[in-house]
Nanobody
Framework: QVQLVESGGGLVQPGESLRLSCAAS????????MGWYRQAPGKQRELVAL???????SYSESVKGRFTISRDNGKNTVYLQMHSLKPEDTAVYYC???????????????WGQGTQVTVSS
């Protein structure tokens, strides 16, 4: 059993910052890519940022320059540092990871339960 648990969401005013974290635990052999997605009510889930095992990040255009994704492989944790938050950033943010549960199994995709980020004045 693999679990991803997010933390750090909350209510902030426009222009403020939040730092999300997501820790993977359970029967983990290895973790490849990790990422953050978000979904606002009535909208499709969208990719926010990805980070490779080696630490190479990629971002959606809407957050580039404001958000930073990072990871600590020793802690099986991925972070999303969010600056200059805007009302349109309001969404449930989900952690995602490609994880192998044994040395002989291919990666499977796992999701966290989500953490609410609300940006409002």
């Amino acid at each position: 059993q693999v679990q991803l648990v997010e933390s750090g969401g909350g209510l902030v005013q426009p222009g403020e910052s939040l730092r999300l974290s997501c820790a993977a635990s359970g029967s983990i052999f290895s973790i490849n890519a990790m990422g953050w997605y978000r979904q606002a009510p009535g909208k499709q889930r969208e990719l926010v940022a990805l980070i490779s095992f080696g630490g190479k990040p990629s971002y959606s255009e809407s957050v580039k320059g404001r958000f930073t994704i990072s990871r600590d492989n020793g802690k099986n944790t991925v972070y999303l540092q969010m600056h200059s938050l805007k009302p349109e950033d309001t969404a449930v943010y989900y952690c995602n990871a490609d994880i192998s549960t044994s040395g002989h199994s291919p990666d499977r995709e796992f999701w966290g339960q989500g953490t609410q980020v609300t940006v409002s004045s």
